[in-house]
């Protein structure tokens, strides 16, 4: 007995039931039923209704535009009532939450709930402390006293009419008992301007003010200001070598606006507003110059003066041992007009007879001529004039001014003669230099026709035209779904109903066993003629062409039937002719 390995074969996977065999087979093949094809126009008759329906919604519902993106519900529920009571209608959105209103209506409804102070502001401010509870550690209470400063500093800032929103971030570091570890205060604010709207200088710098004033401690240079597009607005003092052509440009831009104003006044009364154009470029000049000069005076002034000096033996008094010489009278006294001395040269001894010489005289006046030798050391002062100028910068170097007048409409141009006339007015009014080398040009020329058309807004810009639009275009759609939707699906409904209704037997057939043969021709059961079924007229080469008479008799019925006047015609004939 031999046990031989016989191969296994793996299991036969299941058979699918042959519903599910073909998907697209079972779904032609449920269309096909009688039921379904019958619903069928009906139920694409809904379906395109429903979609016409859902084109209409569509189009005619006006574009929507966000009106708060963020509300609280109380405050959500209060600003839908106010909407609904002045009858402009909102939507709120499942997803987001957002609150729109139609993009018509956004300016009216942003009016309307800022009159009603709608939506009502969250607890913000110092009001945050009255919610602090009882028990908070210290570092909690300081954050929310810095989060009230900051709205507080927020909402400040908000009441310039050109700041639409603002937020306010301090940084306050803590005190330490050293003194070098000691961090000044700093704050960042970012303000959302108005559409169109920008902030001055002045503006900026109040801002910069206003912020470093609530802070002890806090300088002005700390405070750092961004607008919405993230420009930088202030300014440092490091920035200011960086920027310099901005501060060029800016300064050139402020004395042409001026020069540009002044020859506004001054030509708006002479030639009326619109009939001229003027155009200026300013050269300015921002170097700053700063000069240092020093001057001394030649005539110095006696400061200090020391030395010493020794008296002639030839010119001592009288003394000794009186004798004859000794008692000899002395020379009558002579009175000499003193002469002028020059000044002495700085470093020189001073001339004898001099307010010097005699200012170092001691009591007793002694002269040249019983001095035998002096020795001095004097100090002068010298005269000593310091200045020092400064030119700011802003000087105009040259100035060019270009001035275009309008020729009268219907009258002779402006003569050389006015237009020189007007020419002085404008350099009196730019203050010309000829110095300067500035310049002065006025022209009289035909401005292009600009039609008053052009100014006005175009017909395609109104408001009504998108709405228009929009309801045109829903009326279309809807047209086409009927024509060509509905319609022919309601001329099919009506065939099939016509199709489907049962026509009486015709010439005397029966209901019910009745046959045709190839000819169209109804025979009985028997096989008796009764009539030809509803299809091509019978001709008269049918009827001679016929098999035997039975079929003859069927088609003279169908014959008679189809042509009834040429029937009527033939019988009278057969009657007249006797038959």
């Known amino acids: 007995m031999s046990n031989a390995l016989t191969p296994t074969t793996p299991p036969a996977l299941p058979q699918l039931p042959e519903k599910f065999a073909n998907p697209l087979r079972q779904i032609q093949a449920v269309f096909a039923q009688p039921a379904v094809r019958r619903a069928l126009p009906m139920v694409m008759l809904v379906g395109l209704v429903a979609a016409a329906a859902l084109a209409w919604m569509a189009f005619s519902t006006p574009p929507q535009k966000t009106l708060f993106a963020e509300l609280a519900d109380a405050d959500k529920a209060s600003v839908t009532q106010a909407l609904t009571a002045a009858g402009i209608t909102s939507h709120i959105d499942n997803g987001t939450g957002a609150l729109t209103v139609n993009d018509e209506d956004y300016s009216k409804a942003r009016m309307l709930l800022a009159s009603q102070g709608l939506p009502k502001a969250t607890p913000a401010g110092y009001a945050i402390l009255d919610q602090l509870p009882m028990g908070v550690s210290r570092a909690v209470e300081g954050e929310r006293l810095r989060q009230a400063r900051e709205s507080e500093l927020a909402r400040s800032i908000e009441e310039i009419d050109t700041v639409a929103e603002a937020r306010v971030h301090l940084a306050t570091p803590e005190a330490s008992v050293f003194v070098r570890d000691n961090a000044a205060p700093s704050a960042s604010v970012i303000v959302k301007l108005q559409p169109g709207r920008a902030l001055s200088d002045a503006q900026v710098a109040s801002i910069r003010n206003l912020v470093a004033s609530s802070v002890p401690g806090m300088k002005p240079d700390a405070v750092t200001i961004v607008d919405q597009m993230g420009g930088l607005l202030t ?37 009326g507003a619109g009939n001229f154009s003027a155009e200026i470029q300013a050269d300015i000049d921002l170097n700053e110059t700063q000069a240092t000069k020093e001057t001394y005076d030649k005539q110095g002034a006696l400061r200090a003066e020391q030395g010493q000096w020794t008296r002639d033996g030839a010119g001592q008094q009288p003394g000794g041992i009186p004798g004859a010489l000794s008692n000899t009278p002395p020379p009558a006294a002579t009175v000499t007009a003193p002469t002028p001395q020059p000044a002495p040269a700085p470093g020189a001894a001073p001339a004898p007879g001099s307010p010097q010489a005699a200012a170092g005289a001691v009591a007793g006046a002694v002269t040249d001529a019983m001095k035998q030798s002096d020795q001095y050391a004097r100090s002068y002062d010298l005269g000593k004039e310091v200045s020092v100028s400064r030119v700011a910068p802003g000087s105009v170097k040259r100035l060019s001014v270009a001035v275009l007048l309008r020729d009268p409409e219907g009258a002779r141009p402006r003569s050389q003669a006015e237009i020189t006339q007007i020419t002085n007015l404008v350099r009196a009014a730019v203050g010309f230099d000829q110095n300067r080398n500035d310049n002065v040009t006025v022209i009289s020329r035909k401005f292009a026709g600009a039609s008053d058309d052009g100014a006005k807004a175009a017909w395609y810009d109104n408001a009504w035209v998108p709405m228009l639009a929009r309801n045109l275009t829903a009326i279309v759609i809807a047209l086409l779904v009927l024509l060509l939707g509905v319609r022919p699906l309601a001329k099919a409904l009506l065939k099939k109903r016509d199709d489907a209704t049962p026509r009486a037997p015709a010439l005397g057939a029966p209901m019910g066993g009745a046959a045709t043969d190839e000819n169209g021709v109804v025979l009985d059961n028997d096989g008796t003629v009764v009539g030809p079924v ?46």
């Open 235 to 271: 300014k440092g003092d490091g920035d200011k070598g960086a920027d310099g052509n901005d501060e060029r440009l800016r300064l050139q831009r402020q004395m042409e606006d001026k020069y540009r104003e002044q020859l506004n006044q001054l030509l708006t009364p002479l030639v």
């Open 534 to 579: 509803d299809g091509p007229p019978v001709s008269i080469d049918q009827l001679v062409e016929a098999r035997n008479f039975d079929d003859r008799v069927g088609m003279v019925r169908g014959f008679t039937r189809d042509n009834p006047a040429r029937a009527a015609l033939a019988v009278r004939d057969m009657i007249a002719e006797g038959r």
